[in-house]
């Protein structure tokens, strides 16, 4: 290159000095040969360089619900039909080879409708149940996705130090698993197509989730929670340091919005982009550690804050529920502090071990007479209760060469409260509440518990098995709330409805969209508790939303007497979990090599007072809740651009302590000999026996390079053999078409 420059020079300054020749003016361009000659190989690109680069996806998605037999809960969602689009884009900009920049937006749109009502500049007024606006996405009328949108980035390297830090509505990241952490352990089947789903052929996709499942790691099993706000990560720093560092402002921390929480983690939207929305709540975290030691391992110190500005006191909805009730405001700060380790001690052992310390400060605000509202931010007292330790391991076996065994314990207090860990029992951050839940331990941790889980994951030629065991108990006694979740059918309940409610699990998921005319869904009881209870710590029985999920709450009372006294059983309760999956390839039995996968799963679980080996059926002793979750999904490549999947499910839950309560407007005249016996409502036995069933065909086709089809028809219902108004049956029709750049 330097020697075309040279001659280029040379032969273009003899030409423009041929009716002059100096010797002067030549010395004076042979001077400036190696200037010229730097300042044009500058402008050519390197092998590192990339001024701009744009990749991304269009998805087009379609789905149709139609209940043919419809139930109170879904009386205004017979038959819906929803169409929305996104496009996101990432840009990337490389100036040089040590500094990287980028932007990541995604533009959502809605196909579905319209809305033109005061709640277009007013997201958390109250809709009523006559307003069609769709609420498929949110409650805040704009649509949201899983991935980073809307963020914008910098990556500097420069010899032994390397960072970036990013700002904007959606962060992913992780820090350790008592600080922040996602964790659930359920298998991830071929037929539900997630909206996150990387991009990958066809047969790629087939053979991460059939034909080779991919266990752990990366979008298969996400580990990451999201935040809104500005995050570092220092990821090289001398003698194998690293640090992060994070400043987060997200909707989800506001106690002083008219719901509670207007928008949870799992899938927060644009609003959330800029965090100046809502500014009650401030979430800190702060992460270093040291990579290389002993060869392989990493040790990090961890810390988290959850802090809310004391100046909520001046809002009504804060303030006035817990005056209603009786009570002086109080808010409740949460400090976590932890140590973790990671990394393997041995090449076929790897361990993953963290202990926590969590700390809660509570503000309590006493009244004031200086303050026009009776109540004033600097007039309340501190208090730091007792720190709370907690406890993880995780521990990965490689010695049995094709058997694989993961150990995992748990031990975390009752008070122990972390809500981004993995000690959230479900994606969205709940507020404290004394409860259980269903497969606690196994799939998802909370509070009160300590335990082992046990995984056998072993592959042989033609297909695999996994087998998990689980037992833990609660540390201490806990109130009987038991919570569970619909695995079959949930999110496809969760996404048929339009209630407004379904993003907000403080309130039932169908009460922003039940028939005006009838009641809603015809729950379990719960807790009846009056005042601060309604918000605060709801627990009143009843389904409740999530993000892309459906659970239900019940109360295991004893007899009716407990709930007319408002007595609240107590025990310290055992989880009981037993799952089993496989797979086979028959391709070979038709004489083919394409492959034909049958795969099937199925799970006992139970929640008891004592323990329970193996939890087999609702008649044992002292079992509060039982369930059987059953799922078969067959898979056939029929060529390597079309793939099937077909669908047959079953789930049941049982339990003999559940009751169900009627209000006297609802069921009784006023001069009916129960009116007003038990707080103008009656209660009857109604145990819990609920079948649910699926059936399902579906296909995936890469019908141009870097384009897919993805179609599901899904028959599902839903028995409860107690409260047949509960039944529903419903079809269920999906496509989406996603297409890289």
Known sequence: MRKLVSSFLIA?????????????????????????SSNMESTLLGKDDLPVAVSGFMAFRVKNFHYSNTSPAFASDKARMAVDAIFKANIVAMPNSYMTLWTNFAFPFDLSGTFGNKYATQPTGVPTYDERVLYD???????????????????????????????????????????????????????????????????????????????????????NRSFGGVFANVYQLPYNMKAQLLVSQPMDADMGTRDGLRLYAGQPGELETYGLHDMRGSIYHARIAKEKILDNLTVGANYIGVVFDKGIIYEDEFRGQWITAGYDPMLLNTHVASIDVKGNITPKLYLMADIALSMTDSINFYESEEAADGYAEDAYNSAMATPQVGVYIKAQSKYIDGWPITVEGIYLPKDFYSPYSLSNPSRFTSWRKDEAYLNGGSLRYTPNMMGLNFKLEPTFNRGYFDLQYGQHRQVEEGNDVIVFNYRLNGRNMWESTNSWTKHKPIFWADSGNADPKASGYVARTGILEPGIGIKLRRQRGGLYGGTWEMWESFTAYENVQQIAKGEVPSHAKWYSFLSFMGGYDIGHWFGTDRNIMMTGYAALSGVSTTIAPIAYSEDQTDMLLWSFFGQFEPAIAVTPKFHMVGLLGIEMFRSKNAFTSYSVSNGLAKTSSLYGEVNSSYYSYAPINYLETAIGIGFDWDFADRAGL????????????VLSVNDWHMHYISAETKVWF
């Open 137 to 223: 996405h949110s409650t805040d009328y704009y649509s949201s996705t899983i991935d980073e949108e809307f963020n914008v980035g910098a990556d500097i390297r420069a010899g032994v130090f390397g960072a970036y830090i990013t700002a904007g509505g959606v962060i992913w990241m992780n820090s350790s698993p008592l600080t922040i952490w996602e964790r659930e352990t359920a298998p991830r089947f071929a037929w539900q197509y997630e909206l996150f789903e990387d991009e990958k052929t066809v047969s790629t996709y087939y053979k991460e989730k059939v034909f080779k499942p991919v266990k752990e790691g990366g979008r298969a099993f996400w580990t």
């Open 12 to 36: 273009s300054c003899a030409a423009s000095v041929w009716a002059t020749p100096t010797q002067l003016q030549l010395d004076s361009i042979h001077a400036s040969l190696d200037t010229l």
């Open 710 to 721: 993805h179609v599901r028809y899904k028959w599902m219902t839903h028995s409860d053999e």
